[in-house]
Structures are given as C-alpha cells and as structure tokens.
C-alpha cells in the first residue's frame, strides 16, 4: 500500500517535470532512455545518478508503471494520469456508451431501492440511496467534462492551419459528431434511453417519498428529496451539453459539408463543360445586372420633357367592338384578276374612254390600282385603241391628269370573246 | 413606406454603382453601412423604379435584371468556369478552396500556372492569353465587386458566394450529374407495331403538295398558257 501523502507530495514537488512529460505521455508510452533525454533536457546540470533516482521514484510510487509485455517502457498510472488531466483542465471526450451504461445502472439500482424498502431494510435502503446519489454525480461530473472536450475540439478545429484541407482540418470535428453528438441526440430524446431511465427512478423516489408518509420513515426524506434534485439536476445538465455541443459542433460539421459539396458541384461542373460546353451549366449564367444601353441621345430638355410626359401618360381607352354589333365595313373583296377584266372589259367595248370607263367600275378603286388596270387594258393585243386629249379624272383619292385612250375590237379579234370556246 | 430622402444621403452613389452592376460589400464602408442601416427603404425605392435590389445576408448587395435575356450573359459565364476551375485547382492542391474564395487571396502570379493547366477549359470562354486572363475575368471580378486587387494579390469578397451558390446548385442538379455517369445514350422506348397501318385520321393532303418553287413554276405556266390563247 503506497502512502497518498508520499504520491501527493511527490507530485507537487516535481510538478514541473511531470507537467511537460503529461504531453509526451498523451501521445504514447516512453522507453527509459527517452525519459532520461526528458528529464536530463529540464535538468541539465544534474547528474545522471540524480535522474536515475528519479525515475526509481516515480516508479515506487506508481506514478510510472511498465507498460505490459514491455517492461523497458513506461507510462504514466492511468488514475494519475485522469488526475492531473483534471488538474492541467485537460478533458478528454468520453464515449456516449459510457451515459448509456451510468443510466442503465441507475435504473437497477433504482431496482434495489424498492426491493430494500419492500423488506423494510433501512440501512440498506441508505446505502442504495448513497449509491444512487454518487453515479448521478458521476454521469454530471462526465457530462461537464464532455463539454468542456466539445470545446476543446470545436477550438482546435478553428484555430488550425488555415492552410491544410478542411477535410483534414475538420476530421476530429466531424467524428466528434458521428461517435459523440448524434448518438448523445438519440439517447436524450424524448423517447430515448435517458429520458426513460430518469423517469423510472424518479417514480421510484417519488413512490418511496408517498410511502414513507404513509408507512413510516425508514430513511430521511431528506436524502430522498437531494437524490430527487440531483436527478433532475442531470437531466438538465444532459440537455445543456446536448444543446452546447450542437451549437459548437453543427455550424463546423456544416462547413465542412459545404465545403465537400462545392468541390464536388465543380468538379461536376467542369466535367459538364469538357464535354458539352459551357452551356451544359446553365446555372453558370447567374443573372448579373448589366447597364440597359441607351437607345437614344438626346440633350438634357429633351430627356427631362420625355420623362416629363412619360409621367403624366394616359393610355387612350380602347374601344373594342362590340360583340353583338354589326360590322360596318363589308368584307374586302377579293382582288380583281386580269382575265376577269379583261372579259369584262371586251364585253363593254366600243369604251370611248377606258379611264372613264374604269372609274366607273370602280368607283372606291385605290388610285394606283386603277392606273394599273388601264396600263393593261390599254395595251392588250386584243383591242385597238386611240389617244384622247389629255383630261383629268378624280379618283376617290387622287386627281389624275392623263391621255386616256377610246377602245374597240382589234381587227383580227373574233366579234363574241368567248366564242371559239364555245365554237372550238 | 415614407421614404425621407435627406437620410439617405448616399443614394446617388450606391445607384450609381448597382446600376454598372458593381456588388457592395463591406469593403464598401460607407455605401455599405447605409445601405444596411435603410436597407427597407432603399428596397422599397429602388423597386419604385423597377429595380430589384437583393441584399444578402452573407454582407453585400446588388441589382438583380428584371428578367433574364434571350442572350446568355458571357460574363457571368466566364466568371463561373473561373469559379470552378480555381476551386478545382485549390482542392487538387490539398488547399481549402472555401478559404481563398471567402475573403481568401490568390497571388497574380498563380495565374499562369492555371491558364497553363485548365488551357482547354480557358478556351470556351475565350480567354486565351494571361492578357485576356486579366482583362476578361480578373478586371471583370474587380469591376463587379466581386474581388479587390492589391500588391499582386486578388483578394475575394462576400459576393464570391455567389458563384459558390452556383457550385452547390450545380452539386444538386441530378439531372447532370446523370448525364455525366452514364456514357450511353438513354435507350429509346420501342413501340409496339401497329397490325394494321390504317390511319385514325388521314393527315395526307387530297393531292400532292407542292412546294413554293413548284407552285411559281406552274403559275408561270398557266400565265403563259393564257398569254399565248389570248395571243
């Protein structure tokens, strides 16, 4: 049996050897001569014999210990180590297994207690209670330490090199979440683990508490009513670190997702594009804002009076017909073909005047229409004409002034024009 | 909304500057500051005259266009095959391409090696030369807002998140991730032979359909025909 005092004071008076080798050591174990190198780089000036009764020291007292099957190896003692972690606020992240297994033992001992009770053991009823109460402060010593090495990693994650992947740079941060935080959601869900076993043994203390008034004290009410507010007290402490741990950890892990997505939307993208061409992308074409070009120059008045009359614009109403209306316009005739006029105007021949003659026959006739007609007429093989003086005519839009000619048959033209249709 | 024009005594040069289609971010101070001191009030009277402000939360502001163009926006394309190939390059580099585009910087002199590398790419923007490399995407980012230019360096600002969006958008569009896994073509349905040809309804016109030249060729014809009757 090694003496506490002795570890205790061992440690407070070679604190500043053991507090650098506590970095060594969390990283792996140490051969002898490696801890001689340590020791003899913070002692430089003592003597090798000095170092050597050290470590013979360390080693009586169980600060070191062989590690096993590797006797010239040392380690520091595995309770001193959690020590002075706690001591240097080192936390480690534990394991969410770890709750699960504290809540598991909560609920059988919460077993115990009604057992105790039902046979009317005070002083085993005691003892369970006490037993209750240290793992409930344990589960809380735990969670605080948790959220302390949540902190820890969500630092660690932020302060590291900028430079490297945030793959790498995030690594612990997402584990963290994979092996701590989403497990720790499920167990303090409403339906999970914890809230279960919190719930069982508080009915069970509550239970105890009515019967004790009912039956008779076998233990303080007191101690039942502290067990009662330290569980709650842990359930809350669940929640909190579940909350702080989520704070810390989510916006790290979604920065890293975000990260993974947008290398992999532009590898996505530039594969696209090797192969089809920018426009395979169309949400490369983001819309940017380019200035409207202007589609006139104008001088300063000229642009003030524009928007000056662009402000006070009022559409004009549109009147639209009315359905059941009749349409005063007749529909458009179909336009004149020249056989059509041609017949027609073999059949008024002798024509003293053809521009006469075809003003007559169209009386709304658009003017250039009317002088094309008596261009064709007047020059078909099958009339004979003759010059008129020069006389003016009135169309519906125009005043002509023109020679028109007086027609009649051609001399070899047959009298009827559709006689050799009808003869033939 | 009572909009006090006196408060907003930056108007004429934050319009000025959305109006070339610059991106106002912090590095903007003033412009800036007033813009998210009255950001309601200068939404509510740009959208008056039929400009859509966006302010996003990730800091910075801009004009969006009232709507999209038949025409493509080449720049817009441009700085996006940029964004992707320098988020590319990054990432093969082992380095954090969030951390360079999200108010990171890229020295000039890493241009080159880029061009070199991603040259076919750089190709389809039509960007060729370190010189059109300058002009047509780096002079362009900084025109826009998009970077800043200092001692040799490009320093990127908040609205690179836009080309980031683009990036995730992309990363989501199942639709070409689909066409890029799948080499061959999409087999084509085959449909059931009907027994019999008979058609429901009878598209076939009653006669042959001619076409235009056909049509000329005939009516030259019929003119003729009559010209030589009338003849």
């Not at chain 2, 598209?203 to 049509?215: I, K, R, V, Y």
């Amino acid at each position: 049996m090694i003496d506490p005092k002795r570890v205790l004071r061992a440690l407070a008076e070679h604190w500043t050897l053991l507090e650098p080798l506590c970095e060594r050591f969390d990283q792996g174990t140490l051969s002898l001569v490696e801890l001689r190198q340590q020791l003899a780089a913070q002692l430089p000036a003592a003597p090798p014999a000095d170092l050597t009764a050290l470590l013979d020291q360390w080693i009586r007292l169980d600060i070191l210990v062989p590690v096993a099957k590797s006797p010239n190896r040392f380690e520091l003692n595995a309770q001193i180590h959690d020590f002075l972690a706690y001591l240097r606020r080192e936390h480690r992240l534990g394991l969410c297994l770890e709750i699960e297994a504290y809540l598991r033992h909560l609920e059988r001992l919460a077993g115990h207690i009604l057992d105790a009770f039902e046979i009317r053991d005070g002083n085993d009823l005691a003892r369970q209670l006490r037993l209750l109460d240290m793992r409930v402060r344990d589960v809380l010593k735990k969670l605080a330490n948790d959220e302390q090495a949540l902190i820890a990693v969500a630092e660690r994650a932020k302060t590291s090199d900028r430079q490297i992947p945030l793959r790498q740079r995030y690594a612990e941060v997402l584990a963290t979440w994979d092996e701590y935080v989403e497990p720790m959601i499920q167990l303090v869900a409403a339906d999970g683990a914890f809230e279960q076993g919190v719930r069982r043994v508080e009915q069970v203390l509550l239970k105890l508490l009515g019967d004790q008034q009912r039956l008779g004290q076998l233990v303080d009410d007191d101690l039942l009513l502290r067990t009662h507010a330290r569980i709650l007290e842990m359930q809350t402490t669940a929640q909190l670190t579940l909350r702080r741990a989520r704070e810390l950890l989510l916006p790290l892990r979604e920065e890293a997702r975000r990260h993974n997505a947008v290398t992999r939307g532009a590898a996505l993208a530039l594969a696209a594009i090797r192969r089809k061409g920018l426009d395979a992308v169309p949400q490369a074409a983001l819309p940017l804002f380019t200035r409207p070009q202007s589609t006139f120059l104008g001088t300063a008045g000229q642009v003030e009076s524009y928007v000056y009359a662009l402000a006070r614009f009022e559409p004009r109403p549109a009147h639209f017909p009315k359905a059941s209306g009749s349409r005063k316009s007749q529909t458009p005739r179909p336009p004149r073909t020249a056989r059509e006029m041609l017949e027609r105007c073999e059949q008024a021949l002798p024509l003293p005047d053809l521009m006469q003659w075809l003003l007559d026959q169209e009386p709304d006739g658009a003017t250039d229409e009317l002088l094309y007609w008596f261009s064709r007429l007047s020059r078909d093989a099958r009339f004979q004409r003759e010059r008129l003086e020069r006389r003016e005519y009135l169309t519906r839009t125009h005043q002509l002034s023109l020679s028109s000619y007086a027609l009649i048959r051609a001399a070899d033209q047959p009298a009827e024009p559709t006689a050799p249709a009808s003869a033939g | 909304m009572n909009i006090d024009l006196k408060e907003l005594s930056q108007l004429a040069p934050i319009f000025r500057e959305l109006f070339k289609g610059y991106h106002i971010s912090q590095r903007d101070t003033e412009l800036y500051a007033q813009l998210t001191n009255s950001q309601d009030q200068y939404r509510t009277l740009f959208a008056a005259l039929g400009f859509e402000l966006v302010c996003d939360r990730r800091g910075f502001y801009y004009f969006v266009p009232e709507q999209m163009g038949a025409q493509v926006n080449k720049t817009a394309q441009r700085l996006a095959l940029f964004t992707f190939i320098l988020v590319e390059h990054l990432a093969d580099q082992g380095r954090d391409p969030l951390a360079v585009l999200d108010g990171g910087s890229l020295g000039r002199d890493e241009l080159p090696p880029l061009l070199d590398k991603y040259r076919d790419l750089f190709l389809q923007a039509e960007v060729t030369s370190q010189e059109e490399l300058e002009e047509k995407v780096m002079r362009r980012l900084t025109q826009l807002g998009f970077a800043s230019e200092d001692n040799g360096a490009y320093r990127f600002l908040p609205p690179m998140h836009r080309f980031l969006d683009v990036c995730l958008a992309v990363q989501q569009d199942r639709d070409l991730a689909a066409t890029l896994h799948s080499d061959l073509p999409l087999p084509s349905p085959e449909l059931v032979a009907e027994e019999d040809d008979e058609e429901i309804v009878s598209l076939s016109p009653a006669e042959p359909e001619e076409d235009e030249e056909a049509a000329l060729a005939r009516a030259i014809a019929e003119e003729r025909a009559l010209q030589e009757q009338d003849a």
